[in-house]
């Protein structure tokens, strides 16, 4: 341990440090309640920790910590003044000199779309919101009062200041931190009062600093915010900023370093970079993707999220860049996380109208399928969200979705049904809420998810999972048994 402990110490909850096996499908399980899942076999199978050196620093960390990380580095803080730590090793730098106890949270509450679907449905509280608690009431953080000050994505959910209150929070940053931590933690560090709120707003790309050490998963962004203008966002009117080639390649080599071989390339729509607008700008994606691949290391090269509109705009694209990647030999496929959240057109048209591109489209779940299959036959896997109760949702709309889960039957895909979550309570979905139409399409959804699991399992996994592959396999049997009786218990009343 530093003598007295580092000025400022940042760190996340226990489930954020993980790589979750290698991809980030597995990634899922950390929005499910502990009665699902036993602590021990969570942190030791699902969930294994990043590794940690004799001081306590984690070889990788979340994305947006190490960039809180660099920046701070970057405007004038030393290194002995700035730790960023494992959670299970604070006493390594948390002391009488900590003035900032930095955290970086995505779902401080256990109150995301995921989480609360899952938690509602399976009962109980999610290890994020449980490890969060627990970093909070460190006895170390209890004795010397650090300011606590927590930012994320996650964040929004403390806007809420009683929450924020309970939890002994300080401050809240939220939006991009970039042009608002630096000088607040300079204030803190001077004596100044830590204000309750704090507002980042979107910055230029030239503001966003090189991460100075790996993140966790490999994750590195290619663009921020999106503007699509989905109602229920906060991405919605954050213009995207593509991320120089240059600053890329230079976040990919550090995450390299780890020993990780397989970059995710993470933006809301991957397939947007280099674009003017939503027009997908191909030879821009191509060459993105041609000059990683080209750095010695990487051997797969994963993606975060992909739009509908994209995939239909670029097929020639998508069937190039799974050439490139030899997708189907060594790497399996390419998986990617799709928002298709509805089957309604009437819907999609209120609360999400840029998703479709309404000029060539022949209507949502008709492109959605289109996109589909197109993913299919260059070996991509889509998990795809819906959305149950969005605000004016009537029978017509879910008979549409439960329609359009049946037309995607035979596509390779995830499909991952989830209550719809607003930033004010009263408009979120409730599962008491839940009607026949409902449980018919959770129970098709995941009908259809236990149908292709145990493929997507066992490429997954030949890709990724290096050790335990047997035992994560009996256990996600295991839990998929559970899951199949609790879900049928509670969708048959
Ligand atoms: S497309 Fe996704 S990230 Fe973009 S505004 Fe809509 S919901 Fe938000």
Redesign the pocket.
Known sequence: MKVNGYEIVLTADRTLFSDYGGGIFLGFVSCFPKSLIPEWIFFNVFCPSTKVAADGSPLSAPLGLRVIESLLLNSGFKREQVAVVHPDHIDKALGPNTKIFGLHEMDPLGIGPATSTFTQIFKGQAYMPIKLNALLDNPLVKLYKPKVILGGSGAWQLENKKEKDRLDIDCVVVGEGESVVPDLFLNILKGEEAPQFVYGKPVDTAMIPNILAPSMNGLVEISR??????F???????KKRDIPLDHILKDVLTTLRYGRSAPILHA??VLLYGSNGLNVNKKSVMNLFKEVKKLQEVKFIDIS?L?ISSVLQAPDLIGELSQLLQLGEEQKFLGAQV?V?TGSQRLIKKC?H??PDFEKSGGWSGDVVDAFEILMRNNWVPAATLLIGLPDENDRDIEETIELVEDLKTFKSLLVPLFFVSHSKEDSFNIENLNDLHRELITKSWEHNFRWMPLLYKEYSSMYIHRGRLAIYLLLTLSAKYMKRRLKRLLNP
């Not at 915010?225 to 989905?230: A, E, L, M």
């Not at 229920?232 to 954050?238: G, K, N, T, W």
């Open positions: 915010g999106c503007g699509r203008g989905c229920h966002c906060s991405l919605a009117s954050s809301e729509d999220h739009s928002g959240e999400m840029s998703k």
